[in-house]
């Protein structure tokens, strides 16, 4: 049903998404959007997905807002209320119109998977990367290996349910005396490292960016995805700048340095320790330091059974790669996934590379993508049904 909520001023009817949808897709195969004074502005390779997400998202820089509209956040309200639209039983809206909840309710996921399609449809458009491109001149990767702590076997990750306490009292209404702590049972993981052996027969030493990504091996069929459809399934893991001396190099990273990642106590921080003032810089500051993805769930559950996915690591060259700007403040733990604040996306390609575009003529797999500075290994994610208290003890579970 149209939405129209006098109380939040919200009318919006679905027509209007539907015609924003329809306007945002004609300027991705047109390849060219229509401003606010009616000039057609191109979306060029470098700039075209920033316009595009301006638009999708309805931000300030928005070219053409009246034409293009708002169509993720009114989605998001108009599925809000989708079970009191007019506001006569007074209801206020549900989950997907907090953003602080909003991915608890599976709607979420369909909503912003077509949000995706549109990206994708328009990455689709431009010219896959040649081998040349992707290629670093004198840079090749010898080998991968993962090791899981505690563990004798490589390329095998291990995940489990681990317990922690977290302090509810900022979220109730009442003022007891003391915090109140709530345990809790979340996903975590082994910590892993990588070892990535790289040979430099360039004349001199090298700067790379070394990028690694997971993804699953197959399909639900148990068949060998093929690389339209595996690209598409692509997470960024970490990326980092590495010096490559000349001959052979051993590159090793723990997981705990992801450039995605936050560490778990920051991601369930006290929002009241050493907090600035409120509405002062030092404040917004404070909030952006509590972006990034939880390094508890940066690999995937997988299966008891093992499940098989493949790691990809290339090495770009860095000096195509780099952005020259002051260097991360205290926030730059989770560049990759948050950028930097007040600052430009420290790297010049864009976000999913290499996977944000088809792959060229004549690849139909993972393997047949591959340029030397790049590799892939087969890892297996076990995932151990136990579960681990807040100091490391095993804990025991009674099943009715």
């Known amino acids: 049903m149209d939405l129209n909520r006098e109380t939040e001023g919200m009318k919006i009817d679905i027509q209007s998404l539907e015609r924003w949808r329809d306007r945002i897709y004609e300027a991705i195969h047109s390849g060219a959007i229509i401003t606010l004074g009616g000039q057609r502005m191109n979306l060029t390779e470098v700039e075209g997905v920033n316009t595009l997400g301006s638009i999708i998202e309805a931000t300030s820089t928005s070219p053409n807002k009246p034409f293009y509209g708002d169509l993720h956040n009114f989605g998001h309200m108009v599925i809000a209320f989708a079970h009191d639209p007019d506001n006569r039983h007074l209801e206020n809206f549900a989950i997907m119109g907090d953003t602080a909840i909003n991915m608890r309710d599976p709607v979420f996921y369909r909503w912003h998977s077509f949000v995706d399609d549109m990206f994708h449809e328009h ?11 992707l290629d670093f001149p004198g840079i090749q990767i010898k080998g991968v290996e993962v090791n899981s702590a505690g563990s004798r076997r490589p390329n095998e990750l291990f995940t489990f349910w681990q317990q922690n306490d977290m302090d509810l009292s900022r979220g109730l209404d009442f003022s007891p005396r003391g915090p109140i702590f709530a345990r809790f049972t979340h996903l975590n993981h082994r910590p892993f490292s990588y070892r990535i052996q790289v040979e430099n027969t360039a004349s001199g030493q090298r700067e790379g960016y070394v990028r690694i990504f997971l993804a699953p091996k197959n399909d639900e069929r148990g068949v060998p995805l093929l690389f339209r459809d595996q690209r598409l399934l692509m997470i960024e893991l970490d990326k980092f700048p590495v010096k490559l001396n000349q001959r052979s190099v051993l590159i090793e990273r723990q997981s705990s340095e992801s450039s995605v990642t936050i560490p778990f106590e920051r991601t369930f921080r006290n929002l009241d320790k050493n907090r600035p003032v409120a509405g002062t810089p030092e404040e917004e500051q404070f909030n952006f330091c509590g ?6 769930l940066l690999i995937p ?3 008891a059974q093992g499940m098989e996915v493949q790691l990809f690591v290339m090495i770009s060259d860095y000096t195509k790669d780099k952005v020259e700007q002051p260097p991360a403040g205290q926030c ?22 290499p996977f944000d575009r088809l792959g060229r003529q004549g690849v139909s797999s993972l393997p047949s993508f591959l340029t030397k500075n790049m590799f892939i290994k087969d890892v297996v994610i076990r995932f151990q049904d136990r579960v681990e208290g807040p100091n490391g003890q095993n804990v025991t579970t009674f099943q009715g």
Do not use: E, H, V
């Open 123 to 133: 990455k689709r458009t431009l010219q896959p990367y040649s081998t040349q491109f």
């Open 332 to 353: 730059g733990k989770a560049i990759a996934y948050c950028g930097l604040r007040g600052q430009r996306y420290p790297d010049k390609k864009p976000m999913g590379f």
């Open 291 to 296: 972006c990034g993805w939880p390094q508890n």
């Open 301 to 303: 559950k997988g299966t």
